[in-house]
């Protein structure tokens, strides 16, 4: 069956989506893309809606082997904003009219780091009367932990599966108790349970990951139920073990765009009516990645909203983009990126994915 045909039709099998997965040339791909927006569109309309991203301390417990900040990269100087630090940035965004704020950091479960959050949840609802929706990428909690975030005002979290293949998931991940895919999975089980909207995704374009493994990827998303999905290329870090061990052989970077780009509008097609974030890992390899995640099916933004100071210290690959624009810079950037797509930008709302909503009706 050709790519034409297959797009037309109303139930796609596992294989019609491996044969999208391995679209590679111009004229398919335009198809492929076309069809996603058309999606979009229909299911939940040409709008964007921001979550303004603060990242909030770069100290980790854990020591993922691709990441930047992991905890034994001891050239990283570390940092943690306190809370007026943080709210400066919460009161930011919430002048500008962003609908909701992501609090994301590496990942502490004592019971500190615990309390802090949750008071910082109530002063966010406080500061903007309940207004600010909350999302949370704090990594992995206990369940306690997740319900009293949310009942402190948090509704929606992001914890990226990484990789549903689990042969990849150990490789990128030290073998212990702390890193386990079981684990990761039941904590997205916990907050689906306690409530949450629930984000998840995935790196794509890690070597030895075939289209097969994004296809399983994807069908975990549906059996998951997930509303949120947020996944972008893998970027090396030269800092980390697989920065090193994959150097050589980590696909080219117009190969891991690419798969970027068919994972976002292949997601798009299958699943309709979630949320899907063109992320900044995408405008890491490609400056106008996140205009062509928009026009491949994405409909969320999360433009950072971290003090200037600590912006170039929260590097989980290297070559991040914007860590030397003003928030007022890169919020003029991206409004105009939004235009060019001919998109229009939502202000003030949530944005909740219409997903979630069938779903709980
Ligand atoms: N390249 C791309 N994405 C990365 N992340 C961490 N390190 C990298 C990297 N080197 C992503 C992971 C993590 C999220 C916070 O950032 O998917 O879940
Ligand atoms: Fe920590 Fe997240 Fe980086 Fe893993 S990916 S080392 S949990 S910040």
């Not at 089980?189 to 984000?199: A, C, K, M, S, T």
């Amino acid at each position: 069956m050709n790519i034409k045909d297959i797009l037309e039709k109303n139930e796609l099998t596992k294989e019609d989506l491996v044969t999208l997965m391995k679209i590679d040339n111009p004229t398919d791909l335009d198809l492929l893309f076309k069809k996603a927006y058309e999606v979009k569109a229909k299911y939940v309309g040409r709008k964007v809606y921001y979550r303004g991203l603060i990242e909030i301390s770069n100290v980790c417990i854990k020591n993922c082997k691709y990441c930047g900040i992991r905890r034994d990269n001891h050239k990283v100087e570390r940092f943690s904003m306190n809370k007026d630090e943080i709210m400066q940035a919460v009161k930011w965004i919430y002048d500008n009219n962003y609908g909701s704020i992501a609090l994301q950091s590496g990942e502490r479960q004592d019971s500190e780091f615990v309390d802090f959050i949750e008071d910082i949840i109530r002063e966010i609802k406080k500061l903007s009367n309940g207004k600010l929706g909350i999302t949370l990428s704090l990594g992995e909690q206990s369940y306690e932990t997740y319900k009293r975030w949310f009942d402190a005002g948090a509704h929606r979290y992001l914890l990226r599966i990484e990789s549903t293949n689990e042969n990849i998931f150990k490789h990128i991940h030290p073998q212990d108790k702390k890193h386990e895919f079981q684990v990761r999975k039941r904590c997205l089980e916990f907050l689906r349970d306690i409530g949450y909207q629930v984000g998840t995704g995935v790196m794509i374009g890690m070597p030895n990951q075939t289209e097969e493994d994004l296809v399983n990827d994807i069908l975990f998303y549906k059996d998951m139920k997930i509303d949120m999905i947020g996944m972008g290329p893998y970027i090396l870090h030269k800092d980390t073990p697989l920065g090193q061990e994959w150097e050589d052989i980590v696909p080219t970077t117009e190969k891991r765009v690419e798969l970027g780009l068919k994972m976002i509008a292949i997601t798009r097609i299958f699943l309709k009516d979630v949320n899907i974030a063109a992320t900044t890992a995408l405008q890491g390899l490609d400056p106008l990645g996140r205009e062509k995640g928009l026009l491949a099916g994405a409909n969320i933004l999360m433009p950072t909203a971290t003090l200037q100071d600590y912006k170039g210290k929260y590097l989980l690959y290297d070559n991040k983009p914007g860590i030397d624009d003003s928030v007022e810079r890169a919020k003029a950037l991206l409004d105009e990126k939004v235009k060019s797509v001919g998109d229009e930008i939502v202000y003030g709302e949530w944005g909740d994915s219409p997903y979630f909503k069938r779903k709980n009706s």
